[in-house]
């Protein structure tokens, strides 16, 4: 039914619309594929593992692809860790970055064998007591190289809460040395988006310069930050620049240190931003003095980043592709202000028309919630043309189930 091509047809995605009601999530799996072997041929000249960050879009058989691809699994909770084992991953292919998380949550996940990445001083120095150089750690380091993108999801600032500052560098050695700890990566996430490849490899010497420091290192994991394009003329990551001088880059360094280094990635938006598509019915169209509003069934309960981030996401009429275009704003229907896009050009927009919001895969059905005692949609997986239910929508039971009523 679907075309093998990188891009859903709106003849297609009208269709998936029909049969499963709307609003729906939509995911297309070749094109996940399609953005790990970009990632995969980038990297080719250097040792380099993917580690899919399933925060993105945690939904099982997506995890599942993903693994059957070939990539591990990067992790920010205890809750995602067991998805992932779920899910048939090696512990050993699951990388496990928390931040701000009790002690035990940590000790935890080294009890499933899985990755573990310390981000403050705090809980390495607990760590290196408890454990000394029984259970090898990563250490996630913060370069403060701020690599664009909103400041909201920018994690290199001075002011950020993540990682260890590169300036506590002694304080960290004191603690690897009293303790004992073994270090086996060092670990940076900057931000969310690499515009510019200079500013990266930046944050990558840096990284170097410190990595000499320590004696024990078998990985050095340089986060995400890849961009992809939200709109036509979009700034893209340049994926095979960035391979070409990163590989580069540790290839030198490698054969400087003691042994050869893996590197790793934890690509989550890259991998599956550009897969996903939700699809909405317009309401109403409501027309005041300055402007023609599309109401559309959905809101920021379902995609909160045009609201959150001022993401901008494509939104096309793919019930009457061929209308003529008129300008819209279109907007959701929470009793909130939640604008998805002011003054788009959209085809003519009828009530009863589907829209689609294109690069829904990442941060989208993630980030929903019931607010407004609203059902979260469905979400259905395309793979080699088939459409399947790979989530149901919410029901009025699901909003009580957690829910205990008592005697008032
Ligand atoms: C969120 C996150 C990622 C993925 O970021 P994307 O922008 O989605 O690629 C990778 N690593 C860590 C530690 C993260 O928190």
């Avoid at 664009?148 to 002694?170: A, E, M, W």
């Avoid at 590989?247 to 931003?273: C, D, H, T």
């Avoid at 909405?280 to 609201?307: D, E, Y």
């Avoid at 793919?318 to 003054?343: A, L, M, Q």
Wanted: charged share 25%; hydrophobic share 40%; aromatic share 12%.
């Amino acid at each position: 039914m679907a075309k093998q091509s990188d891009v859903l047809s709106a003849d297609f995605l009208v269709k998936v619309a029909e049969e499963f009601g709307t609003p729906v999530y939509i995911y297309h799996a070749e094109k996940i594929k399609t953005q790990y072997e970009k990632l995969q041929k980038a990297f080719r000249k250097a040792d380099t593992r993917f580690f899919y960050a399933c925060k993105a879009l945690t939904n099982i058989n997506v995890i599942r692809y993903i693994q059957s691809l070939g990539a591990g699994l990067d992790t920010v909770s205890i809750q995602e860790v067991m998805l992932g084992l779920k899910a048939g991953f090696n512990p050993k292919d699951i990388f496990y970055t928390p931040n701000c998380v009790d002690i035990n949550e940590i000790i935890a996940a080294k009890d499933l064998g899985v990755n573990i990445n310390i981000d403050n001083i705090s809980i390495l120095e607990q760590w290196g007591n408890k454990f000394g150089d029984s259970y090898p750690i990563c250490i996630r380091l913060n370069p403060h190289i701020m690599a664009g993108g909103n400041y909201k999801i920018s994690t290199g600032h001075v002011d950020s809460k993540f990682g260890i500052s590169i300036h506590q560098l002694r304080h960290i050695e004191r603690i690897v040395k009293s303790t004992k700890l073994k270090v086996t990566g060092l670990h940076m996430h900057t931000g969310s988006e690499i515009k510019d490849v200079d500013v990266f490899l930046r944050a990558v010497d840096i990284m170097f310069e410190i990595a000499a420091n320590f004696d024990d290192l078998e990985f050095l994991d340089l986060g995400s930050g890849f961009k992809v394009a939200y709109q036509p003329g979009d700034p893209e990551t340049d994926i095979e620049l960035l391979g070409e001088k990163v590989s580069e880059a540790i290839n030198k360094f490698s054969a400087s240190y003691k042994r050869p280094l893996q590197l790793w990635f934890e690509p989550g938006k890259f991998l599956v931003s550009q897969a996903g598509y939700f699809v909405v019915k317009a309401n109403v169209i409501k027309q005041t003095t300055a402007t023609v509003f599309v109401g559309v069934n959905s809101g920021f309960n379902h995609l909160i980043r045009p609201m959150f981030y001022d993401a901008f996401h494509l939104i096309r009429n793919i019930s009457h592709p061929k209308g003529t275009e008129r300008i819209y704003t279109v907007v959701g229907n929470i009793c909130e202000t939640d604008t998805f896009g002011w003054d788009r050009k959209i085809n003519e927009v009828r009530e009863g028309d589907f829209l689609v919001f294109y690069n829904a895969g990442a941060y989208g059905f993630e980030m929903s919630s019931n607010f407004n005692s609203r059902l979260k949609p469905a979400e259905v997986l395309i793979k080699d043309g088939k459409p399947q239910l790979i989530r149901r929508a919410d029901v009025l039971e699901d909003l009580l189930r957690n829910q205990i009523e008592i005697a008032l």
